[in-house]
């Protein structure tokens, strides 16, 4: 089974961004922990801050791997292109968020993306990534 990660603008500082809201552990240095809990899956990685390559990448993984686990960041709340290219994928994509996003500012409450998604999983601060994956495993 193969699942990759796609992390979205600003996530590739975590760690250092917000670590109120986001936590003081960086998503690399959570990916073992992670690989560790299914070592059935391979999980693959990838983060970028600039829309048009997260779209790239889930064009490039949405037809042959077994799921992708997507958080967006701010994308979430406004990207049209995101939600199309999520509908246009062979396999089911699990939207998450680190932070609980509906206890937060009235602007992240809506997504673009969770109508086009499995499922939406937030709040649990990293082991949100677990509960996505997990939600794939029994979708399967
Ligand atoms: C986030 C929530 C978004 O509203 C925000 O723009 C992010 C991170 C989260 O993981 O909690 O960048 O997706």
């Given at each position: 089974m193969k699942i990759q990660i796609i992390n979205g603008p600003n996530?590739?500082?975590?760690?250092?961004?917000?670590p109120g809201i986001y936590?003081?552990?960086?998503f690399e240095s959570y990916l073992p922990k992670l690989k560790e809990k299914f070592p059935d899956v391979e999980i693959e990685y990838y983060q970028s801050n600039i829309e048009g390559e997260l779209i790239n990448k889930l064009q490039e993984v949405g037809f042959s791997y077994d799921g992708v686990v997507l958080?967006?960041?701010?994308?979430?709340?406004?990207s049209i292109a995101l939600q199309d290219c999520i509908r246009s994928l062979k396999c089911p994509c699990v939207e998450v968020h680190?932070?609980?996003?509906?206890?937060?500012?009235?602007?992240?409450?809506?997504?673009?993306i969770s109508c086009a998604c499995l499922g939406v999983i937030c709040?649990?601060?990293?082991?949100s990534y677990d509960l996505a994956i997990a939600g794939i495993i029994a979708n399967k």
């Open positions: 996530l590739n500082l975590l760690g250092v961004r917000e936590g003081s552990n960086s958080n967006a960041g701010a994308y979430t709340h406004t680190i932070s609980n996003v509906h206890k937060r500012e009235e602007f992240r409450h809506h997504s673009y709040g649990f601060g990293l082991a």
